[in-house]
């Protein structure tokens, strides 16, 4: 059973910090693309940063400049540094999995179909 773990969530100033783990199990890890997705109350789930299992990364325009997404193979954990944190960046945010194997850093939630449990992001003014 393939298991996703968030952590790293926190309630931040504007203008600060934060940086979220994914812990993903069993550790077949390498061969995968993952993905960052958030969710405002009220919104819909939305794409924040992906990477593939070759290390491409793709970002969402409003992060981009602001957020880093990383991942550590041998540690199976994938990462999103988020900086210069905005009040509109606060929702939860999900790690995903892709569904196939050696794919592209893909942007449709639809493609993953392993998810993490959420944690929550909030920025205050």
């Known amino acids: 059973q393939v298991r996703l773990v968030e952590s790293g969530g926190g309630h931040v100033q504007a203008g600060g910090s934060l940086r979220l783990s994914c812990i993903i199990s069993?550790?077949?890890?390498?061969?995968?693309?993952m993905g960052w997705f958030r969710q405002a109350p009220g919104k819909e789930r939305e794409f924040v940063a992906a990477?593939?299992?070759?290390?491409?990364?793709t970002y969402e325009d409003s992060v981009k400049g602001r957020f880093t997404i990383s991942r550590d193979n041998a540690e199976s954990t994938v990462y999103l540094q988020m900086t210069n944190l905005k009040p509109e960046d606060t929702a939860v945010y999900y790690c995903?999995?892709?569904?196939?194997?050696?794919?592209?850093?893909?942007?449709?939630?639809?493609?993953?179909?392993?998810w993490g449990q959420g944690t929550q992001v909030t920025v205050s003014s």
């Open positions: 995903a999995r892709d569904s196939g194997q050696f794919g592209v850093e893909h942007k449709v939630p639809s493609l993953y179909n392993y």
């Open positions: 069993p550790p077949i890890f390498d061969r995968y693309a």
């Open positions: 990477i593939s299992w070759s290390g491409g990364v």
